[in-house]
C-alpha cells in the first residue's frame, strides 16, 4: 500500500539509527536498515539502535542506497510502497527502486530491548562518556582496555599508558564493560535513560530512540595504585586551549590516533601536533617546572577538558602526571629526556 511519507521526518529517524550500522556486511544484513512493526533498526554486533519510523513496512534495505538517495531529493512528501521486491520512491516526475529483502535475517529481535526497568540516567554521564572514551586502548589483543568501565560509582578508561576516572552515581545493579567505539555514539544522542539486560546494556532518549551497547566479558584491571602519589604541582598554562586548537589542525589527520604531544622542562611547556601534512608547535614560559625533560601524548579534545577545571594544577612524579580536576583525575604515563 502506498504512504505519504515526509522526506525529512524519514531521514532523521534513518540518520539517527546511522551508529548500528556496519560498513559492510560482517553480518549478513548488518549494513541494511531494518523495517519492522512501525520501526527501523540496525545492529552490527556490538551496537544495535532502534527508533520509531514513519515507514511502516517490512524487510530489510541497503543503508546507503536509501539514506543517499533521500539526501539528494529534495521533495517535502514523498510517495513510497513496496512492489514485489523493491522499495519504490516517487517524487515529483521522477521515481526509483531500491532492492528489499522481505526475509529479515539480522537477529534484531534477540537483543530484546525491555518495556520496564527503565532508571534515569545520572546528569554528568554524558559528560563522563566524553572525558573517559579518549583513554580507552585500540589494541585488540587486550579487549577489557578498548572498552569502557562503567561503575556503579564512577566511568573510568585506561590503554595501560594513561586512565580517567570519573565520578558518577550510577544505579547499577554490576558493572559493565561496552566497548568504547560502541558507547561513544551516546554524546551526541542526549540519551535520559537506560536499562539492564543480561548480555546489553540499553539507553533511550525523550524521543524514544535506543542505542542498545552489548556487555563485554571481563574484569577492568585495578587501577587505584595508580592515582597514589605525590609530586611536584605545576600549573597548566592558562591559554593553552587555543594552542590546541592549532596543534589539532594536523593531528586530527590521524584519524585512528588524535594526539598531541606535550613535552615539559625547566620552565617551559611545549605543545605539538604533526599529522601527515605538516605540524604546529608552540612554548609557553614561565611552568615554574624544575625536574628533569618529560612528555606524554593526550587526545586534543581531553587535554581541553583538563584546562577548563578550576585549578588547573598537574602533579609530576614517580613517572607518571596526575591532574585532579574534581569531577574526574586523569593520570599517564611520561617519557623522559630530549626528544630528537
Known amino acids: 500500500m502506498e504512504q505519504q511519507i515526509n522526506r525529512e521526518d524519514l531521514l532523521r529517524q534513518l540518520e539517527s539509527v546511522i551508529p548500528g550500522l556496519s560498513a559492510r556486511d560482517f553480518i549478513e544484513q548488518s549494513s541494511c536498515f531494518i523495517f519492522k512493526d512501525g520501526k527501523v533498526m540496525t545492529f552490527n554486533d556490538e551496537v544495535a539502535c532502534t527508533n520509531d519510523c514513519s515507514l511502516n513496512v517490512e524487510g530489510a534495505v541497503s543503508s546507503q542506497s536509501l539514506i543517499t538517495l533521500l539526501r539528494k531529493l529534495t521533495e517535502k512528501t514523498l510517495k513510497i510502497e513496496v512492489i514485489e521486491s523493491e522499495l519504490v520512491i516517487r517524487g515529483s516526475k521522477k521515481s526509483a527502486g531500491i532492492r528489499m529483502d522481505a526475509e529479515i535475517a539480522l537477529p534484531v529481535d534477540s537483543i530484546g530491548i525491555p518495556k520496564k526497568g527503565w532508571k534515569r540516567l545520572p546528569e554528568n554521564f554524558i559528560d563522563a562518556i566524553n572525558v573517559v572514551k579518549d583513554c580507552a586502548g585500540t589494541d585488540q589483543s587486550a579487549q577489557v582496555l578498548t572498552c569502557i568501565h562503567i561503575h556503579p560509582n564512577r566511568i573510568e ?18 558493572p559493565v564493560l561496552v566497548k568504547r567505539d560502541a558507547i561513544r555514539h551516546i554524546t551526541a ?46 600549573s597548566l598554562p592558562s591559554n593553552l586551549s587555543r594552542a590546541i586548537d592549532k ?16 613535552t615539559i622542562r625547566k620552565d617551559k611547556f611545549r605543545i605539538r601536533g604533526e599529522g601527515a601534512t605538516g605540524w604546529f608547535t608552540e612554548w609557553f614560559k614561565d611552568t ?5 625533560t618529560i612528555s606524554f601524548l593526550i587526545s586534543p579534545d581531553l587535554l581541553i577538558n583538563l584546562t577548563q577545571h578550576d585549578k588547573k594544577v598537574c602533579e609530576i612524579g614517580e613517572g607518571r602526571l596526575k591532574v585532579d580536576a574534581g569531577e574526574f583525575v586523569y ?5 623522559k629526556g630530549e626528544e630528537k
Not at 556487555?215 to 585495578?222: A, L, V, W, Y
Not at 593531528?251 to 588524535?258: A, G, I, L, Y
Not at 615554574?288 to 628533569?292: D, F, N, Q, S, V
Request: hydrophobic share 35%; with cysteine; net charge neutral.
Open 157 to 174: 578508561a585506561s590503554d595501560n599508558y594513561q586512565l580517567t576516572r570519573y565520578f558518577c552515581e550510577m544505579k547499577l545493579k554490576a
Open 189 to 234: 544522542m542526549d540519551m535520559a535513560s537506560f536499562a539492564e539486560a543480561p548480555n546489553w546494556i540499553h539507553f533511550k532518549n525523550g524521543s524514544g530512540m535506543v542505542l542498545s551497547c552489548r556487555r563485554r566479558e571481563g574484569t577492568f584491571p585495578d587501577v587505584e595504585p595508580y592515582f597514589d602519589f605525590k609530586g611536584q604541582k605545576v
Open 288 to 292: 615554574a617546572y624544575k625536574g628533569p
Open 331 to 335: 593520570v599517564t604515563a611520561l617519557e
Open 247 to 262: 596543534a589539532q589542525v594536523f593531528s586530527s589527520e590521524e584519524k585512528d590516533s588524535n594526539h598531541v604531544k606535550v
